[in-house]
């Protein structure tokens, strides 16, 4: 790892293998918008915009105009978690094995940091409070899908940006139906692009490994937030950067270890994850209803911008 490798360079290079490697974190919110520094408990909200309801009267009536007032929503995400990796490179790797630094060390270390935020993310995707669920039926898939997708589109989830998460037993049923829009066949080697298996009924099907094979989310981009930050390269450190990209954001650092005689090559990215939810009811007829007068404690909260379709062990089935 010679003096000649720049630090800002293999900041740039890792946070590019990054967006290419990871999948579940770029099916969600990254881009919202916030500084942690001085932040109370690493915290930071998120702005949502208010739910407004017009009001109409006759005219000529001479009927009093009713003010409306608006709330705006929040949502908080915390800086919780530290996704590192901590590489000792010895004298003899150094001046024996390393042919290509980008190969055999950042690539490697890169990918750690991938499935370090995609663990993250799929923790938070698994533990959630789901308002909607319903047991997914494997012999007639598209049956669930198109029942998750009318679950969303009464709660009024937008219906671009869509994606339902699959494990790889509904995966291998999928792939045997007809008419499904397959994205494997586009010649690309993007990673997200191979992970999507179709498309069906609005939604981006995308197989994951890290959830049951036999259940599936469908959700909105927005239904989960990832905020990372990476922490500043220390005063004491002669190599290292710090930058962010598309939403990631990492620090690598290059420091010797006297005790060990070696140099250790370390990357960081701090993250944090949520669930957005929502303030109101739904009617008689199933139909999300938000709240013009959202309750200052969250009581009236529901996470309805997703559906879990759970499997046969969690339905009893």
């Known amino acids: ?4 490798i720049k630090a800002e360079r293999v900041v740039r290079t890792a946070l590019g293998l990054l967006e290419r490697e990871v999948v579940l974190p770029r099916l969600v919110w990254r881009d919202a918008a916030g500084d ?34 608006l709330h705006e929503r929040k949502v908080d995400v915390t800086l919780t978690t530290d996704v590192y990796m901590d590489v000792p490179v010895s004298d003899e ?13 950042l690539n490697p270390v890169v990918a750690g940091i991938a499935r370090g935020l995609e663990d993250e993310l799929v923790s938070e995707i698994t533990d959630a409070t789901y308002e909607q669920a319903f047991a997914i039926d494997l012999a007639d898939l598209k049956g669930s899908f198109a029942e998750a997708r009318e679950l969303l589109n009464k709660a009024r989830v937008p219906a671009g940006g869509r994606t339902m998460l699959i494990g790889s037993e509904i995966d291998t049923e999928l792939i045997q139906l007809d008419n499904l829009v397959k994205f494997n066949e586009s010649g690309t080697k993007d990673t997200l692009r191979e992970a999507m298996v179709g498309r069906v009924y609005g939604f981006d099907v995308v197989i994951s490994n890290e959830i049951a094979p036999d259940e599936a989310f469908a959700f909105h981009k927005t239904a989960y937030v990832l905020n990372s930050r990476a922490p500043i390269v220390p005063a004491g450190a002669p190599w290292g950067a710090t930058q962010s990209f598309a939403g990631f954001a990492i620090r690598t650092v290059r420091v010797f270890d006297p005790n060990e005689v070696e ?8 993250v944090g994850t949520n669930v957005v939810t929502d303030q109101g009811a739904f009617n008689t007829s199933g139909v999300w209803v938000p709240s013009e007068e959202p309750d200052s404690e969250g009581a009236d909260a529901l996470f309805i911008r997703a559906v879990h379709l759970t499997g046969a062990d969690e339905s009893g089935s």
């Open 1 to 4: 790892m010679s003096d000649f």
């Open 36 to 69: 942690f520094r001085g932040a109370k408990d690493d915290t930071i909200s998120i702005r949502l915009p208010a739910y407004a309801v017009a009001k109409t009267r006759a005219l000529r009536s001479g009927a009093a105009r009713v003010q409306s007032t």
């Open 93 to 105: 790797e150094l001046t024996l094995d390393i042919e290509d630094f980008g190969d055999q060390v």
């Open 263 to 270: 140099d250790r090559f370390i990357a960081d990215s701090w």
